[in-house]
């Protein structure tokens, strides 16, 4: 399971460090410099979605190849979670930017969304009400996890309905 | 048997504190090589990662922090004996509460060290503590575990001087009888 980037996320209060934090954007943000490892948020969480350095990451050579230029290496003593791919994120806003106009719907792909290859996940503005992400979302097929946590996840779950199996009730 | 005077008593109590045996080095020895081994410990625990101490996803707290609790348990008996025994104007108390106390400090002591050894990263503990750093970043003060960090240091402060007020009579016999 990905991170469900709570609005009202348990994680983020209890951070001493304000590690786990709330961006401007909505996205819970891990700040990885600032963690100090008290592993409160992980406890926090009602998804279990964090995920601690438990060890020192070691990449054998030449797997040190792999390491995403673009994503910094998070050190032994620090807890990591799903970004929404972050960098991709920040790519996109600052390649708009350049070119003075605003972020188009489908121009930011996370990694999770790029790779599957049935099509299973979108990624959107979600305040956007025109967005393909945010009409998805709306439709009565959606389900958010734990929604009775008051957690208010931003991902959306759709479920199979009726009509899709083909009842038509 | 004869009473002993005072001088006496005060003579009996103050040996252990003007003649030191053979049996407290050897004491104080073997002790010390448990706190280096500790140390080693810790050591090897901050360079590998906690993972060494047998926590694993989805447990994230274990060992340390049932340690601390347990020790902050032990330092609130020390503080409920010796104020009980206080506001209830017990007259024998004066030996009692003073080892009360004693418990208190040390384990609160002891217990204190456990989230230092808990924590990912424990070089950087000091973000606990509100200070104005060149950033501008203070502790979340909405965190339980800042307030955590605070309770137990005013804790320490107030029962090293529940401690350190009543010693100073104490003290003053020690001075007496000091030669050296």
Redesign the interface.
């Known amino acids: 399971m990905l991170c469900q980037q709570c609005d009202a996320a348990p994680c983020e209060p209890v951070c001493p460090t304000y590690a786990s934090y709330h961006n401007s954007e909505g996205l819970n943000g891990q700040v990885y410099n600032r963690c100090i490892g008290t592993r409160y948020c992980a406890n926090a969480c009602p998804y279990n979605v964090r995920f601690f350095n438990f060890f020192n990451p070691v990449w054998d050579k030449p797997l040190h190849l792999q390491l995403n230029p673009e994503v910094s290496v998070r050190p032994v003593g620090v807890m990591e979670k799903c970004t929404f791919c972050l960098p991709r994120i920040k790519a996109a806003e600052i390649q708009a930017k350049a070119e003075n106009r605003a972020v188009q719907d489908g121009e930011i792909t996370p990694a999770c969304v790029q790779s599957c290859p049935a099509n299973a996940m979108a990624f959107g503005d979600l305040n956007d009400p025109s967005s393909g992400v945010a009409r998805l979302a709306e439709s009565n097929r959606g389900t958010k996890l734990l929604e009775e946590l008051g957690t208010l996840p931003k991902v959306v779950y759709l479920q199979r309905d009726a009509w899709h199996d083909g009842k038509n009730t | 048997m004869m009473a002993r005077t005072p001088e006496q008593i005060n003579d009996d109590l103050l040996r252990p504190v003007f003649h030191t045996s053979g049996r407290f080095f050897v004491a104080v020895a073997v002790l010390g090589a448990f706190v280096l081994a500790a140390f080693g410990a810790w050591g090897y625990q ?7 101490s047998g ?4 447990v ?2 274990g060992f340390y922090i049932t340690n601390f609790v347990f020790w902050i348990g032990l330092s609130h008996a020390g503080t409920l004996i010796s104020a009980i025994l206080r506001l209830a104007n017990a007259t024998w108390r004066r030996p009692v509460t003073r080892c009360a106390e004693v418990i208190t400090v040390f384990a609160l002591s002891i217990g204190g060290m456990f ?1 230092l050894v ?5 070089w ?2 000091f ?2 503590i509100p200070y104005p750093s060149e950033r501008g ?1 203070w ?2 003060f ?5 307030w955590d ?1 605070f309770a137990i240091n005013t804790y320490l402060i107030g029962s090293v001087a529940f401690l350190t007020l009543p010693i100073v009579p104490d003290w003053a016999t020690v001075r007496d009888k000091a030669t050296g």
């Not at chain 2, 909405?142 to 800042?146: D, E, F, G, I, T």
């Open positions: 901050m360079y590998a990662g906690i993972g060494v926590l694993r996803w989805p994230y707290w989230p808990h924590l990912g990263r424990p950087l503990a973000w606990l970043i502790p979340n909405r965190s339980p575990l800042v960090f």
